[in-house]
């Protein structure tokens, strides 16, 4: 009855609370909906040039991800310490904060590029033995890599705009970016405007072209206006040994964190590809897919990680605990609603790309288990990226997806894929089995509020 009442009383009965999550959450979704459409732009026009180059596309995203996984652990341990001296409207160190981000981020960029424009080859196959593939991955790759260090500025000011609460600059920027990309890749993936029919290469050169001109705008519209994060050099000269170990006792398993699930989910990449070329287009579907369904739950995750970690920040301790059980309940709300659309959508997603009748049912299957599957993901997602973040937990977080990934979902995988050879469908359902079991543990840590931590008093 105390969850009942809960719900019924106090559940929606916080105009405060609400008024707060659209502020922040509402251009955090829109540009995660922008993204996902990107993304989505991309998979459309390469899937009409042939499976091959969406193969080839998607396997060269797996290392990105890897790359925007590795910055986005950086920055969101980061984020974790503007939020909270936000809410203390200390700038000071907010610009020490973000300093120490923008500098490491620049150094992993820059390693990723020279891998992938020296040794493209050597990761594409990796992932996938066919010589096409190969050939086409790596010219897609030795491109899009000389934007990697224009992206991890823009992720850096992005998140630290986000953490003091302005949401809608990212926003912005990131319609200007899908504008450009897409119609740039129609210029140059299909030869218009005079320009030739550049396939997999006129992507890359597109993608290049969208993520400078996102960081040059971003960037040149913060120091313009004489924005709170505009960072001075002299402004981080006040950092000392004490401050930046305290940040990275946060940072570091925040990003080990980032680190391991995505070298889990690279895992299950080389799983699925290895099943063969039309797996891996019905993957790279369901991963655009995906993308697009989880942009309310990174909206709301990384919006409890702003207000939750704000409130811990102003000393709120009670009003974090109650925002905290909103955004619990909120996401299982969430799971819900995404289950029923994809499984009653699933036939009609997959007639929008233009793939054969073998990909078109892996991928109907594939989208139905993925539904199936945010039941538990909205809820250990938002909890974890969101509420335990906003309280600086991030060694929780480490040892239990850790624990669950590399000991559950990536072993399941691999005997699903290799030793009984079922066909993708049922080996993509592996992750339920993986999520289900952490839900447990994760629910057991929010209501415990042990997870709540000021890493401001620490100096």
Not at 256 to 276: E, F, K
């Amino acid at each position: 009855m105390g969850v009942v009442n809960y719900i019924r009383k106090d559940l929606f009965n916080d105009s405060k609370f609400y008024s707060t999550l659209a502020r922040i959450a509402l251009p955090i979704v829109i540009q995660n909906l922008v993204a996902s459409s990107l993304n989505m732009v991309d998979t459309i026009m390469i899937g009409r040039v042939g499976e091959n180059e969406l193969a080839a596309v998607g396997i060269s995203n797996q290392y990105y991800l890897l790359y925007t996984i590795l910055l986005s652990g950086l920055f969101a341990g980061c984020g974790i310490f503007i939020s909270q001296y936000w809410g203390k409207k200390d700038l000071s160190n907010i610009k020490k904060v973000q300093g120490f981000g923008l500098l490491t981020g620049s150094v992993f960029a820059l390693i990723f590029t020279l891998l992938a424009v020296v040794f493209p080859e050597k990761i594409i196959s990796i992932f996938n033995t066919d010589a096409t593939v190969i050939n086409l991955g790596s010219s897609y790759l030795r491109i899009v890599g000389l934007s990697y260090f224009f992206n991890a500025l823009t992720v850096g000011f992005s998140t630290a705009s986000r953490s003091i609460g302005n949401s809608k600059l990212p926003m912005k920027v990131s319609i200007v970016a899908l504008i450009i990309n897409t119609v740039l890749n129609w210029v140059f993936i299909f030869g218009n405007l005079g320009a030739p029919a550049l396939g997999v290469t006129g992507a890359a050169i597109a993608t290049t072209i969208a993520r400078i001109v996102e960081c040059s705008v971003l960037i040149g519209y913060i120091y313009i206006t004489k924005n709170e994060l505009a960072l001075k050099v002299k402004e981080l000269s006040g950092i000392t040994i004490a401050f930046i170990m305290n940040i990275i006792r946060t940072v570091l398993p925040t990003m080990l964190n980032d680190l391991l699930w995505v070298l889990g989910t690279t895992m299950y990449s080389i799983a699925y590809g290895r099943l063969g070329v039309q797996s891996m287009a019905a993957v790279q579907i369901c991963t655009t897919v995906y993308n697009l369904c989880m942009v309310g739950g990174y909206g709301m995750a990384h919006s409890s990680a702003v207000i939750v970690g704000n409130e811990i920040g102003r000393g709120n301790e009670e009003r974090a605990k109650d925002y905290s059980k909103k955004f619990a309940f909120l996401s299982i709300l969430l799971g819900i609603i995404l289950c029923i659309i994809l499984n009653i959508s699933a036939p009609y997603i997959v007639t929008i790309f233009d793939v054969s009748d073998i990909v078109a049912v892996y991928a109907r299957g594939m989208i139905a288990v993925m539904g199936i599957n945010f039941l538990v993901k909205s809820f250990n997602l938002i909890s974890v990226v969101g509420i335990f973040r906003g309280g600086a937990d991030a060694k929780f977080a480490l040892i239990l997806e850790t624990l669950t990934m590399w000991t559950i979902g990536v072993p399941l995988t691999f005997l699903a894929a290799f030793y009984f050879k079922f066909d993708i469908r049922v080996v993509y359902a592996m992750i339920i089995i993986e999520e289900s079991v952490k839900t447990i543990p994760i629910g057991r840590r929010l209501f415990s509020f042990k997870w709540m931590k000021n890493v401001t008093l620490n100096k």
